[in-house]
């Protein structure tokens, strides 16, 4: 693998992770989020603060980064006791917004310059870069994705999904929507703070514009891309949107209009993700892998 | 004192503007329940379509009809084969649907017609006022008065017409509408042709007034204007309005006075979360 491949893995496989947060607030608990870049962002602040102002190791700050990220997602999570739907939806817009502008405009985070010379990350005194990188974001990756197979296997995700499907009646069966809207929210942010992290310590540069609006939709444009609610659908989902940008490059200005055009169709054609209940390749593979009823 | 007065009157052409883009996005929501953030996109379609138009003509009334008819088929045809479609889906799958012809319209705009800002060479047929010291340019008048006449207009078919009252009844209950004899996909339809035709005189203002045309022009009032709709109540067109000129006053009279550290356009949304978390069905909405 050369090194322009090996990049883009590795920003495909952090992007994954934040998506697999995205997907346990989006897919298990059907509480829209378009500002998950927010507290992707927040990761990869605390993390570039702790690294180059507190001196922190990568190590030692990955706790603090997760619970700090996960503190603030249950913060900004409780709006969505609030306000339902489209409300959410626009709240969720809103706090990317303000976080963005937060980190834009205060000097303490660096300002328009954003923060750089955030170390890189030490294990075992090898200095982690290329694929020795790649291979440290694949193994978070999995141990994401464990735990969202957990996930659904948890008495948790049975709750989130019954609020998904019908809050009132989840309600009436004893399952507090608070408890497990805020649950899910914790889960997800920390999720995409230990992306953010990742990402901080890979990139050794952070800028507000890294963790903009747009960067929220693509998120989500992947999780729906691949299927909200499954396991695989936010890494094949990623994986898509990650490639296609490459893909379309010798095109050079066509390039974004195409990828968009292609988002558009999708979006349109296959609303339920490739791996959603419906969808032409769930259709294709059936056979091959789900044996029997949907699941 | 003499700049506070100029200031509020650029802060009330400022909430017109918003006013103007907002109301479609009320409309549309009130009918359909999509939060269309491609409306930026048809109002930067006018605000290009205005400009060429008015280019080869040379008439500003050929350029406003002309545009407005435009942007009217564009709002039909984003609805016909986006909305409609996917309206049985849960909310944000149009929602992300129309984040995509946003992006994607204001890339086509500016693979046709260059990323560069483009100037409106175009004055409005509107005097210069004074009321005492005070100044109100030509450019602010024609804002003022479009702005009225265009709520005037649709405070009439709403209220005073048939047409209206079947608007009303399907943004209030469509199926119960469809149920006595109105066609609601029409109704549909004609609110998307009405909203962006509205959208197409705001991009032709704007235009004009900062003398500026450009493809992304668009971005900022898509997501501003959600904002707007959640602080009027989502679906109440008067309530858009008068969030509208309060955030365009706001925003004019803050940036000018209070030193404050967060940039104009982060305003909007600080506003709707407090107003989100006093009131959540926003300042005029009915709690559903």
């Known amino acids: 693998m050369n090194a322009y491949v090996t990049t883009i893995v590795t920003v495909i496989v952090i992007q994954a992770i934040a998506v697999c947060g995205l997907n346990v607030i989006v897919g298990y608990a059907g509480q829209i989020s378009l500002g998950h870049a927010a507290f992707f962002g927040i990761g990869a602040y605390a993390a570039a603060l702790l690294a180059t102002k507190a001196g922190f190791s990568f190590w030692l700050g990955l706790p603090l980064v997760i619970c700090i990220s996960g503190l603030i997602g249950l913060l900004l999570g409780l709006p969505s006791i609030r306000v339902r739907e ?18 834009r405009y205060v000097p303490f985070f660096g300002g328009a310059l954003g923060l750089g010379g955030i170390p890189r990350i030490l294990f075992f005194d090898i200095r982690m870069k290329g694929q020795a990188f790649l291979i440290l974001a694949i ?83 992947m999780l729906v891309l691949g299927g909200m609610g499954t396991l695989w659908g936010p890494l094949i989902g990623t994986i898509i949107l990650g490639i296609l940008p490459e893909v379309f490059r010798p095109l050079v200005d066509y390039r974004v209009f195409l990828y968009t055009l292609l988002l558009l169709l999708m979006i349109r054609f296959q609303p339920g993700g490739l791996l959603g209940e419906g969808s032409v390749a769930r259709r294709a593979l059936a056979p091959l892998f789900f044996r029997g009823g949907k699941r | 004192m003499q700049l506070f007065f100029e200031q509020l009157l650029n802060g009330i052409a400022m909430g017109s503007i918003y006013a103007l883009v907002t109301l479609g996005l009320a409309l549309v929501y009130g009918v359909m329940r999509i939060l269309h953030v491609a409306h930026a996109a048809v109002y930067t379609i006018g605000a290009y379509a205005g400009l060429y138009i008015f280019g080869a003509t040379g008439s500003l009334a050929l350029a406003f009809l ?14 016909r084969f986006l909305y409609f479609p996917l309206l049985r889906y849960p909310p944000f799958v149009p929602l992300i649907g129309s984040i995509a012809v946003l992006l994607s319209i204001e890339e086509a705009a500016r693979l046709v017609a260059g990323p560069y800002i483009l100037t409106f060479p175009a004055r ?19 804002i003022y008065v479009i702005t009225a006449l265009v709520l005037f207009v649709l405070w009439y078919i709403t209220t005073r017409t048939e047409l209206g009252l079947a608007m009303r009844a399907a943004s209030q209950d469509a199926p119960i509408a469809g149920a006595m004899g109105i066609n ?5 339809t004609i609110t998307f ?37 959640v602080v009027g109540g989502l679906g109440s067109v008067p309530g858009a309005v008068i969030a509208s000129l309060a955030l365009g006053m706001a925003e004019t009279l803050l940036i000018g006075y209070a030193n404050i550290p967060l940039p104009r356009d982060a305003l909007a949304f600080i506003a709707m979360i407090g107003v989100l978390m006093w009131r959540s069905e926003g300042l005029l909405g009915s709690s559903r």
């Open chain 2, 66 to 79: 002309g545009s407005m008819a435009i942007c009217a088929a564009v709002g039909v045809v984003i609805e």
């Open chain 1, 139 to 221: 193994c978070f990756l999995v141990i994401c994705m464990l735990v969202s197979w957990w996930l659904t296997k948890s008495w948790a995700s049975l709750a989130c999904y019954a609020i998904r499907e019908d809050e009132s009646a989840a309600s009436t069966l004893g399952i507090s929507p608070v408890r497990f809207k805020l649950f899910a929210f914790v889960v997800g942010t920390a999720m995409a703070g230990l992306s953010g992290s990742l990402y901080a310590h890979y990139m050794q540069f952070i800028s507000a514009g890294d963790f903009s609006f747009p960067v929220s939709v693509g998120f989500l444009s």
């Open chain 2, 193 to 229: 042709i009405i909203g962006s035709a509205i959208a197409a005189i705001a991009g032709i203002l704007v235009g004009i007034y900062y003398n500026q045309v450009y493809p992304t022009m668009g971005t900022v009032p898509a997501y501003k204007t959600l904002a707007l709709i």
């Open chain 2, 184 to 188: 609601s996909h029409g109704i549909i």
């Open chain 1, 86 to 103: 489209d409300f959410l939806a626009i709240t969720t817009i809103g706090i990317n917004f303000i976080v963005e502008a937060v980190f």
């Open chain 2, 124 to 142: 409005l047929p509107f005097p210069n006022l004074y009321l005492g010291a005070t100044q109100i340019s030509s450019g602010l008048l024609a």
